[in-house]
Nanobody, 125 residues
Framework: VQLQASGGGLVQAGGSLRLSCAAS????????VAWFRQPPGKEREFVAG????????SYADSVKGRFTISRDNAKNTVSLEMNSLKPEDTAVYYC???????????????????WGQGTQVTVSS
């Protein structure tokens, strides 16, 4: 599967952005999908994910209550709605997918085989 991330940009603190991850292929519903981010000078970190079969979602504590992940299998897309953005949300955001990972490895970047290119999110104070 090929992934294409979009929707990043520059926004003021308190604002909102919606990221989209578009996937090729007809079996996208079989893939767990997650968003990771890499702030400047820091390691990549898990942000949010949606598990393939159950639709179970998971969020990093830092974004709970502000970010919402959703998927539209008919359109082969996964979206990340980001509200109440903070300067510390500034990062390159990546979407990732995998068809075989288990729930216990959901938040680990090494569990994902497919990655989209990053999209820059910059939140100004």
């Amino acid at each position: 599967v090929q992934l294409q991330a979009s929707g990043g940009g520059l926004v003021q603190a308190g604002g909102s952005l919606r990221l989209s991850c578009a996937a090729s292929g007809r079996t996208f519903s079989r893939y767990s999908v997650a968003w990771f981010r890499q702030p400047p000078g820091k390691e990549r970190e898990f942000v949010a994910g949606i598990f393939r079969s159950s639709g179970t979602t998971s969020y990093a504590d830092s974004v709970k209550g502000r970010f919402t992940i959703s998927r539209d299998n008919a359109k082969n897309t996964v979206s990340l709605e980001m509200n109440s953005l903070k300067p510390e949300d500034t990062a390159v955001y990546y979407c990732a997918a995998d068809s075989t990972l288990i729930l216990s490895s959901f938040t680990s970047s090494t569990a994902y085989d497919y990655w989209g290119q990053g999209t820059q999110v910059t939140v100004s104070s």
